[in-house]
């Protein structure tokens, strides 16, 4: 059974048990209201007349007909129960005269009872017991047909009975159509979700009212969907870039591989007893392609540890002397083509990092500076605190960088025009930036053609907490 049905039945349940328990009650009470009116009236006439029966007067004389006005009789028996007055029209029925005027004379005590004596049968009558002071009346008898409040309580109970079905026909209909309004919104929503095809997660549910539950659990959802949608686009943009660092990392790697077998395959042919210069050469050359895919490999393994979290060990470290360190290792590599110069701060610059992950991160950025400067040029470091940071600055004088180029020089693989190809694979920058970001810092890059670049690295002066793997 659909929600909508069971709503339905259960408010018309609830609705017809109420409308029965307050049509019973109220049937009740008018019944109990009737009876008592009937049985009220008989004993206050029965003892008015008896009252003025030992006064020696006659009730049913034509002074006293107040005491059987609204259908109210009268009957005075003797000791013996015979009558002698009463009200026209009586019944002469011997049972009902035997009844309860002789219980009254009896216990010398007023009683009352049901009787079947008028016309209009049944009847109260109460017989109250007189003691005149001449003649031979001993009972006087005041009775008043039920008929009247029995008809009364028949037209009751029919316009109720109708009332009451009419009022269960309406809530009944009622209900369908309240139940009906409460769950259209959800209809909407089993309708939407319904066309949303495999994987399509830009639609939204309708949202019919916000305020109420219904809306509520739609916004729920919504907001659940479009998690999932942000969840799925971050998937599919890893993936992405998984295949294409695959792709890239294959094309790189194909290369020295490609000269190595060549030479290799030449020394193994002739070179070796035809040449042996030739052979001195090509061993140089494999030598030299297999550090470079050796340098490949370890920039490949270095990217894969950061994009699974590898562990870094923080401390306080002075990032000055980092700095110094990275610029000696750097005068060493431009062996006097290129000035790398080191612009001390006055104090230690003290912030909390992974030592040898920033001393990679420096001579990353300082190698790229000696490699794309002329020879005679000039690269400068210099380290710093600012607004509660602490920077790393690198510059040089070198060719620069387009601004068509700006925003990808820090992807993977990523290289500029062949003029600033010198053997590189690209990867350098990534990682730069990876180290950066797993500290909670950054990596930045301003740069004009023609007149140098400068690589900017702030740190968090505290430790930014563990990063959370893949991010």
Do not use: C
Request: aromatic share 4%; proline share 5%.
């Amino acid at each position: 059974m659909s929600i909508r049905r069971r709503l339905t039945l259960f408010n018309a349940l609830i609705i017809g048990a109420i409308l029965l328990a307050l049509g019973l009650s109220l049937y009740l009470l008018l019944r109990e209201a009737l009876v008592s009116g009937v049985e009220d009236t008989a004993r206050v006439r029965a003892v008015a007349a008896a009252r003025a029966l030992e006064d020696g007067e006659d009730p049913l004389d034509d002074d006293a007909g107040q005491l059987t006005a609204d259908g109210v009789f009268l009957i005075v028996r003797d000791g013996e129960g015979r009558i002698l007055n009463q009200t026209p029209n009586l019944s002469e029925n011997e049972e009902a005269r035997d009844s309860v005027w002789k219980r009254a004379l009896g216990s010398g005590e007023p009683e009352g009872g049901t009787a079947e004596l008028s016309s209009e049968e049944p009847d109260y009558v109460y017989a109250v017991p007189v003691d005149p002071e001449d003649g031979p009346a001993r009972v006087l008898e005041a009775g008043k047909s039920y008929e009247p409040a029995q008809e009364t309580l028949e037209v009751f109970a029919t316009v109720l009975a109708t009332g009451i079905g009419a009022a269960l026909f309406l809530s009944i209909g009622g209900a369908y159509f309240l139940a009906r309004a409460a769950l259209r919104p959800v209809g909407a929503v089993t309708s939407a979700a319904r066309e949303m095809g495999e994987g399509d997660l830009s639609k939204r549910l309708p949202v019919a009212n916000p305020k109420d539950e219904v809306g509520r659990l739609t916004i729920t959802i919504n907001g659940l969907l479009s998690r999932l949608e942000a969840a799925l686009a971050r998937r599919e943009e890893a993936l992405e870039r998984q295949r294409r660092f695959a792709a890239d990392a294959s094309h790189e790697l194909r290369t020295p591989l490609t000269s190595i077998s060549g030479h290799a395959r030449m020394l193994d042919e002739w070179a070796l007893e035809e040449d042996p210069q030739r052979a001195r050469r090509s061993v140089g050359a494999i030598r030299r392609e297999a550090a470079r895919m050796g340098d490949l490999v370890e920039s490949l393994l270095a990217l894969t540890r950061g994009d699974e979290g590898g562990g870094l060990e923080f401390g306080r470290h002075d990032l000055a002397a980092v700095a110094e360190e990275a610029v000696q290792t750097a005068r060493a590599t431009a062996d006097g083509r290129t000035s790398v110069e080191y612009a001390r701060p006055a104090r230690a610059v003290m912030a909390t990092f992974d030592r040898d992950s920033i001393l990679r991160l420096a001579g990353i950025l300082l190698d790229n500076a000696v490699k794309y400067t002329p020879e005679g040029g000039k690269a400068t470091v210099r380290v710093r605190e600012r607004d509660g940071r602490a920077e790393l600055e690198v510059s040089d004088t070198g060719i620069g960088i387009p601004d068509s180029q700006m925003p990808f020089v820090f992807e993977r693989f990523y290289r500029a025009d062949p003029s600033r190809t010198k053997g590189g694979a690209g990867l350098g920058l990534s990682i730069a930036r990876q180290i950066a970001e797993a500290h909670g810092g950054t990596v930045e890059v301003s740069s004009k053609p023609g007149e140098g670049s400068t690589f900017t690295l702030r740190l968090p002066k505290k430790s930014p907490g563990p990063r959370e793997p893949g991010l």
